[in-house]
C-alpha cells in the first residue's frame, strides 16, 4: 500500500533527485518458520519516502511498529515483504560488508544513550571509535571529537570526561556527536528525546533542527508524542498496529487532522498551559474513542474500527485503502 508515487528511476534521474531513503509496502512478522507465517504482522504494508533534507515524524502509541521500522532500516531486524532503498539503492537483504560500507552514512541515535556510549571509554574514545574503524589515525580522530563535541553544545575539554560525569541531557548530545561524527546523510532517531525533561527535550530538539539546516541532513524522527514530532518535522506518517492511518504534511496532519485516531492522538499530547489541556481533554472524552486496553487486536479490516465511533460493518471486512483527503492521505473509509 503506497502513501506516495515513487519517483520515477529513468536513464535521465540523477543521484540528486532520488529520494535519501524510500520503504515500500513493508512486512515485518516476529517468531520463525510457520509461526512467522502465520503471525500478526507488526509491520504491514508501510510505505514512506524521506527526501534530502528533510525530516519525517513517524508517530503512533506504544506497539504501533514504529521502532521495529527504524531496525528494519537500520538492518537490525529482518524483513518479511518489501523493500527498502538507501540512495536509490535496495538495502533490504544487505549483507554485514555492505551494512559496514553505508554504515557512515546510516546512523542512529536511540532513547537511552547509555546503548552508545561504554561507561568505560571516555566520551573521547567513544566518538573517535567509528572513524578508527575506517581507519582515521588517532590525532585526527580525537580533534573531529573535540570539533563535534563543540558543534552539540559540550566543552572541547569534554573528550576526556567520562559518560558518568554528564547529565542525560549532556549524554544524549554526545550520543548526536557520535551519530553525526562520520557525516552521515540519514540518521534515525528512535524516541530520541522521549527520556528527557521538557527543557532538554527543547535543548536537544533544536540542536537536531539546527544540525539538519546547517548539514543537510535527513532524519527520520521516531517518537509517540505528536506535538514533539509536529516541531521537528516537515512530514508526519501516523501508525497504528502497525499500518498507515494518515500521512501528509507536518501542519495539515497536526492542525487539522482527518482520521479519528490521529484526532485522538493530538487531543492527548499533552501542553504546558491548563486551559488548553482542559480543553483538549474535553476534544478526546467527545471524540468517543475507546482506549488501547480495552480492545483486543484482530485481523481484517480497519484495525482501529474496535476503538473508533465513526466503525461500520464495512470496517470490519474492508481495509480502508489511503486516499487524499485535503493535504493529506488518510486510512479511513468515512474520513
Known sequence: MSIETPLRQDAGTTVQHQPMLQVQDLVVRYGRGRKAATAQPAV??????????????????????????????????????????????????????????????????????????????????????????????????RTKAEDMLERVGLPREAVDRYPSQFSGGQRQRISVARALICEPKLVVCDEAV???????????????????????????????????????????????????????????????????????????????????QAERRAVRESLGVRTAAAVAATPGGCPFRQRCPLATDLCATERPALRRVGEADVACHYA
Open 194 to 276: 522521549s527520556a528527557l525533561d521538557l527543557s532538554t527535550q527543547a535543548q536537544v530538539l533544536n540542536l537536531l533542527a539546527d544540525l539538519r539546516d546547517e548539514l543537510g541532513l535527513s532524519y527520520l524522527f521516531i517518537a509517540h508524542d505528536i506535538s514533539v514530532v509536529q516541531f521537528l518535522a516537515q512530514r508526519v506518517v501516523v501508525l497504528y498496529r502497525g499500518q498507515v492511518m494518515e500521512s501528509g504534511p507536518a501542519a495539515a496532519v497536526t492542525e487539522n487532522p482527518k482520521h479519528p485516531f490521529t484526532q485522538a492522538l493530538v487531543a492527548a499530547s499533552p501542553v504546558p498551559r491548563p486551559a488548553e
Open 44 to 141: 504491514d504494508g508501510v510505505s514512506f519516502t524521506i527526501q534530502r533534507g528533510e525530516t519525517v515524524g513517524l508517530v503512533g502509541e506504544s506497539g504501533s511498529g514504529k521502532s521495529t521500522i527504524g531496525k528494519a532500516i537500520l538492518g537490525l531486524q529482518k524483513t518479511s515483504g518489501g523493500t527498502v532503498a538507501f540512495q536509490g539503492e535496495d538495502i533490504t537483504e544487505a549483507n554485514p560488508s555492505k551494512r559496514r560500507a553505508i554504515g557512515s552514512e546510516l546512523r542512529a541515535v536511540f532513547q537511552d544513550p547509555n546503548s552508545s556510549l561504554n561507561p568505560r571509554k571516555t566520551v573521547g574514545a567513544s566518538l573517535a571509535e567509528p572513524l578508527r574503524v575506517r581507519g582515521v589515525p588517532a590525532p585526527e580522530a
